[in-house]
């Protein structure tokens, strides 16, 4: 069903991200060099494919209504359910322009059938860019603080549409993780 490919999907992005981190084998610094998004969307849907273990097929840029492409869509192996994952290099876009992500483009052109009523903004950030602007404030963001400010505008969305649809926004984050030293 839909919540159920939903949460495997959002797991499968959290081990990405561990793995992306954590695994001895990181090549998160291959990915930083990673400049335009058809690459990143290439990339990110071999390794959610990779990840699949019988539970969904991976199509990347499949056309839907309209004409409309979305990046990734996961359809479930048993029924008739989709996930969609929008993916964009955070570097390169303000928070307006997520915001626009979301709910114009995300909500707006690939949740719009019954069998595909979830998806997932998926950020990716290389370090580059220190801070984005608060679209109301004007407040410096991190990368952190822009992903938690647009998982509150998902939920959102979700509560206007009586939860109709599900959203997640998550960001992997290809920057190498601060370590405390092992020697002083």
């Not at 192996?77 to 570097?91: C, H, L, M, P, Y």
């Not at 019954?114 to 404030?137: D, F, R, S």
Request: aromatic letters at 4%; charged letters at 30%; glycine letters at 6%.
């Amino acid at each position: 069903n839909r919540d159920g490919l939903f949460d495997v999907t959002m797991d499968r992005l959290d081990d990405l991200q561990h793995d992306i981190t954590h695994h001895d084998f990181s090549d998160r610094r291959t990915l930083r060099t990673i400049k335009h998004e058809p690459e990143t969307q290439r990339t990110l849907a071999r390794r959610i494919k990779d990840m699949a273990r019988g539970a969904y097929v991976v199509a990347r840029e499949d056309e839907v209504a309209d004409l409309k492409q979305p990046d990734i869509r996961l359809a479930a192996v048993r029924g008739d359910q989709k996930t969609v994952i929008e993916v964009k290099i955070a570097d390169n876009w303000s928070v307006t322009d997520f915001e626009r992500a979301l709910r114009d483009q995300l909500v707006g052109q690939y949740l719009r059938h019954e069998t595909c009523k979830a998806g997932c903004l998926l950020l990716t950030y290389n370090g580059t860019k220190n801070h984005w602007e608060h679209p109301k404030t004007g407040a410096h963001l991190s990368f952190s603080n822009v992903i938690d400010h647009l998982a509150g505008v998902a939920v959102e969305i979700e509560q206007e549409m009586n939860h109709g649809v599900r959203l997640a926004v998550r960001g992997l984050d290809l920057t190498d993780p601060l370590l405390a030293p092992a020697h002083r």
